[in-house]
């Protein structure tokens, strides 16, 4: 079996030296020219490691590095990418060949001593194998790659660069090892991969990794009755008069105090709607950013959550795959309306179950079976963005080009919101639907007539 690799492939030059001179330039004469070339690498390691003591990490902001990780699991995958204050490149799983990728097999751990193993570890290669061959004959009969992706497993080796700045790898490696990435083996070790590279480069910051003030949960919470985890995408919560709180934050953007906003509202309510279309018409939309909506988006597909967190400015909240992970599963219309694809799929799928219940059975600590589900197992989750942050996800994924799952998603959640707040969203959709020119240039699926109908334009 491949082993997962980690590496450090490029960092900011003399890290240490920009650190040092950041922590000077709050406090030193001088421009910041002059106090860059006179920081020398010499006699710093005491000034950073006093100024990271006393919290002002924001120094360490001003050194980036770029990491490489190979044949990971794309479950460790799923982890990374929740820091958000980092940029990530993987391949596409709707356009790589993933058929020869491989699979990932951990030191799987029971928490029954009579346990067999070895015997457990060969089903589950079996499995891991039947998968992968049922993922290439699925292709092999024109099943898109995005459908037949359903079936890849979470063990799956992902290929990933990511770059961060130190304060973030700070977070990411203390979380890794000491918070609630520890309980991961996996996890744990490219953690530790990194941490040891990272210290030679910057040992100043990244000797002082401490416990986070935090307390791991370990307590594990009685499931209640059965759910559906098909029904639709439901609005939680959102501002009672979200075009108001816009048009007051553009009355006050213009010098209006509050009150006098409110007086100008309330003496003439046409002015809502003419400040909220100013808004819309601006590039720079900040009064978008005072409003805020909560969706609960339930049986989403673990392929399709990877797309939901990419997007950074957001809450979101991902229950713990360990626990709750496995509920349902996705059938796409391509498969399902193809007898031959869709026998592949549900042999595919009843291997998987089957693979589960002897982990369960012989008791596989919960952190283990993660690496038991398939992309198409869906979970529940719960999402909160400011309108600003709505008006781009829903530019991405309510486009045609968007992948099925989360374009379905992004439309429930746009009528949602036009439910609510209509004189905010009229305009929210693929860009092709207020723009009038199709963003993806030769890729464009032809389809903005049927965009802005939807639209009601």
Not at 53 to 80: N, P
Not at 137 to 158: N, Q
Not at 363 to 382: F, H, K, M, Q, R
């Amino acid at each position: 079996m491949k082993k997962a690799r980690a590496l450090i492939i490029n960092h900011t030059p003399e890290p240490e030296r920009i650190c040092a001179a950041s922590a000077r330039i709050s406090t030193k004469e001088g421009s910041a020219t002059t106090i860059y070339e006179e920081t020398r690498r010499e006699n710093i390691g005491g000034l950073i490691r006093n100024v990271m003591g006393l919290g002002h990490q924001s120094i360490a902001e001003h050194a980036v590095f770029t990491l490489a990780f190979e044949d990971v699991s794309v479950f460790f995958e799923q982890y990374l990418i929740e820091f958000r204050l980092a940029a990530y490149t993987v391949k596409s799983r709707r356009y790589v060949d993933y058929a020869g990728m491989g699979w990932l097999r951990p030191d799987f751990r029971f928490e029954k001593p009579e346990a067999d193993r070895s015997r457990f570890e060969a089903v589950y290669d079996e499995q891991m194998q039947r998968l992968f061959d049922a993922y290439a004959h699925l292709t092999s009969l024109g099943i898109p790659k995005e459908d037949a992706r359903f079936l890849l497993p979470c063990s799956f080796r992902s290929h990933i660069y990511c770059t961060m700045n130190a304060r973030e790898l700070l977070h990411f490696l203390t979380t890794s090892l000491l918070g609630r990435g520890r309980v991961y083996p996996e996890i744990r070790s490219l953690g530790e991969l990194i941490l040891n590279q990272a210290r030679a480069v910057l040992p100043d910051v990244f000797d002082g990794l401490t416990a986070p003030e935090t307390v791991l949960l370990s307590a594990r919470v009685e499931k209640g009755p059965e759910r559906d985890f098909f029904r639709k995408t439901r609005l939680i919560s959102g501002p009672e008069d979200g075009e108001k709180m816009v048009a007051l934050a553009a009355l006050m953007r213009q010098g209006v105090g509050p009150d006098g906003a409110e007086n100008l509202l309330r003496k003439d309510p046409s002015l809502k709607q003419a400040m909220v279309r100013r808004v819309l018409a601006d590039a720079r939309p900040r009064e978008l950013e005072q409003v805020n909506y909560t969706f609960h988006i339930p049986g989403i597909s673990l392929a399709s959550l990877t797309h939901m967190t990419r997007h950074r400015i957001q809450n979101l909240v991902v229950p713990d795959f360990a626990h709750y992970g496995r509920h349902g599963m996705v059938l796409p219309e391509t498969i399902n309306r193809m007898p031959e694809a869709l026998m592949i799929y549900q042999e595919a799928v009843a291997g998987s179950d089957a693979l589960w219940r002897k982990g369960q059975d012989a008791g596989l600590v919960p952190e283990d079976s993660v690496y038991l589900l398939v992309a198409g197992n869906t979970t529940d989750i719960y999402s909160t963005m400011n309108a600003r942050q709505l008006f781009h996800f829903l530019r991405l994924r309510t486009c045609f080009r968007a992948q099925w799952e989360i374009r379905e998603i992004a439309w429930e959640m746009r009528a949602l919101l036009m439910e609510r707040d209509p004189g905010l969203f009229h305009l929210a959709g693929p860009g092709c639907g207020h723009g009038g020119r199709c963003p993806e240039g030769r890729m464009s699926c032809g389809r903005m007539a049927e965009v802005r109908e939807r639209m009601g334009q």
